[in-house]
């Protein structure tokens, strides 16, 4: 029992760190806080869990084995992480696309989430990129980027770039089954509330509110519906939308 105790404590702190760099990627920052909690308490659990084991009493733990434990889970901790992201580091599996050669190793990577398929991420990543340049403008001031493995910056910013909606990325989407997720859902109310913002819309509405309800209403239908072409011109998405504004209106 005190062996299988170790082991999962360990197996926990692998997946906690693993969990923090796909988490960190994606939403592009280490230092959210629903990851730092999360995280946290994964590796205050292993500790507790490995340092128990150890224990001769149930519940009863010495201190030299919660401080050695801790020290250990840490260092263990930090090895994944630096493991993970020396990995990603590393440019892998390349596309070939007018005369470009772009690594999809971290747009790969930074979409195991969301797209739970190998073959389909690959599938989605390559679409992504071809999109990308075959748009004479964005070619011309991403190219540098993404031949030299910033696939990653590349998408963060294009997310926020006006011509986003006209590179039809929805027919990227259709073709692969993305699953909702947190991080997901976060990206993209990020992405509308920076367009709502400072607009007639917000001097009227609680943006935030609206992007909540927005959410709520889209994650009742599976992903690749809401990003069919020609879903917000639905009469199903201006229900929604109609719902969603006089929820938000401010008194």
Same mark, same amino acid.
Request: charged content about 25%; proline content about 4%; hydrophobic content about 40%.
């Given at each position: 029992?005190?062996? @299988?105790?170790?082991?999962? +404590? !360990?197996? @926990?702190?692998? +997946?906690? +760190?693993?969990?923090?760099v796909d988490a960190s990627r994606q939403l592009g920052t280490p230092f959210s806080p629903g990851i730092m909690v999360g995280v946290f308490l994964m590796v205050a659990f292993s500790i507790w869990l490995i340092a128990s084991a150890f224990s001769k009493r149930k519940y009863h733990l010495k201190p030299m084995h919660v401080i050695i434990t801790t020290l250990v889970s840490i260092v263990t901790f930090a090895i994944v992480v630096l493991f993970s992201l020396s990995s990603e580091v590393t440019p892998r599996h390349f596309i070939l696309v007018n005369g470009i050669r772009v690594p999809l190793g971290k747009c790969i990577d930074g979409n195991v989430r969301i797209i739970p398929d190998l073959k389909e991420?690959?599938? !989605?990543c390559e679409c !992504?990129?071809?999109?990308?340049i075959n748009d004479p403008e964005l070619k011309l001031k991403y190219q540098g980027q993404l031949e030299h493995n910033k696939i990653d910056k590349v998408f963060n910013e294009i997310e926020t770039n006006?011509?986003?909606?006209?590179?039809?990325i929805e027919n990227c989407i259709t073709s692969v089954k993305i699953e909702w997720t947190d991080e997901l859902a976060h990206g993209m109310k990020k992405s509308w509330i920076k367009e709502l913002s400072e607009t007639e819309f917000e001097e009227y509405n609680d943006v935030n509110k609206y992007c909540d309800c927005i959410l709520e209403e889209y994650r009742k239908y599976p992903f690749e519906k809401v990003m069919e072409d020609g879903f917000n011109e639905s009469k199903l998405a201006k229900e929604i939308d109609d719902k969603c504004t006089g929820l938000s209106i401010r008194n």
């Amino acid at each position: 029992m005190k062996r @299988i105790k170790i082991v999962i +404590g !360990f197996l @926990i702190i692998y +997946g906690a +760190g693993s969990e923090y760099v796909d988490a960190s990627r994606q939403l592009g920052t280490p230092f959210s806080p629903g990851i730092m909690v999360g995280v946290f308490l994964m590796v205050a659990f292993s500790i507790w869990l490995i340092a128990s084991a150890f224990s001769k009493r149930k519940y009863h733990l010495k201190p030299m084995h919660v401080i050695i434990t801790t020290l250990v889970s840490i260092v263990t901790f930090a090895i994944v992480v630096l493991f993970s992201l020396s990995s990603e580091v590393t440019p892998r599996h390349f596309i070939l696309v007018n005369g470009i050669r772009v690594p999809l190793g971290k747009c790969i990577d930074g979409n195991v989430r969301i797209i739970p398929d190998l073959k389909e991420r690959e599938t !989605f990543c390559e679409c !992504f990129v071809e999109k990308i340049i075959n748009d004479p403008e964005l070619k011309l001031k991403y190219q540098g980027q993404l031949e030299h493995n910033k696939i990653d910056k590349v998408f963060n910013e294009i997310e926020t770039n006006p011509k986003f909606s006209e590179l039809g990325i929805e027919n990227c989407i259709t073709s692969v089954k993305i699953e909702w997720t947190d991080e997901l859902a976060h990206g993209m109310k990020k992405s509308w509330i920076k367009e709502l913002s400072e607009t007639e819309f917000e001097e009227y509405n609680d943006v935030n509110k609206y992007c909540d309800c927005i959410l709520e209403e889209y994650r009742k239908y599976p992903f690749e519906k809401v990003m069919e072409d020609g879903f917000n011109e639905s009469k199903l998405a201006k229900e929604i939308d109609d719902k969603c504004t006089g929820l938000s209106i401010r008194n």
